[in-house]
């Protein structure tokens, strides 16, 4: 399986952007999707997530209410993000829970600035 982020970009403090993520290869047993982010000279840190059948979802505190994560397609998720803040700036990661064993599959990365 290889993810593939997309939507990244500057915005300005209050903006909002959709990150998009695409698995291709073996994709059927994505039990779980994943977003994360590491901001400059800190920790990876999660963010969201969305798994099983019916879409469970969760939030770090930090993202709760402003933040939300969607299985668009069996393949894709897409994380629409709101009311952006400069404390968001950071590289998000999306994570891939094959067969719910943990978030082992890992993108790239896409690079989200905000400024205020």
């Avoid at 590491?38 to 990876?44: F, S």
């Avoid at 993202?63 to 897409?78: L, Q």
């Avoid at 404390?87 to 891939?96: F, H, I, L, Q, S």
Wanted: hydrophobic share 35%; charged share 20%.
């Amino acid at each position: 399986v290889k993810l593939v982020e997309s939507g990244g970009g500057s915005v300005q403090a209050g903006d909002s952007l959709t990150l998009s993520c695409v698995a291709s290869g073996e994709n059927n047993d994505l039990y779980g999707m994943g977003w994360f982010r590491q901001a400059p000279g800190k920790e990876r840190e999660w963010v969201a997530n969305i798994r099983g059948t019916v879409g469970l979802t969760a939030y770090s505190d930090s993202v709760k209410g402003r933040f939300t994560i969607s299985r668009v397609a069996k393949n894709t998720v897409h994380l629409q993000m709101n009311s952006l803040d400069p404390e968001d700036t950071a590289v998000y990661y999306c994570a891939a829970d094959k067969y719910a064993s943990g978030f082992k599959i890992w993108g790239q990365g896409t690079l989200v600035t905000v400024s205020s």
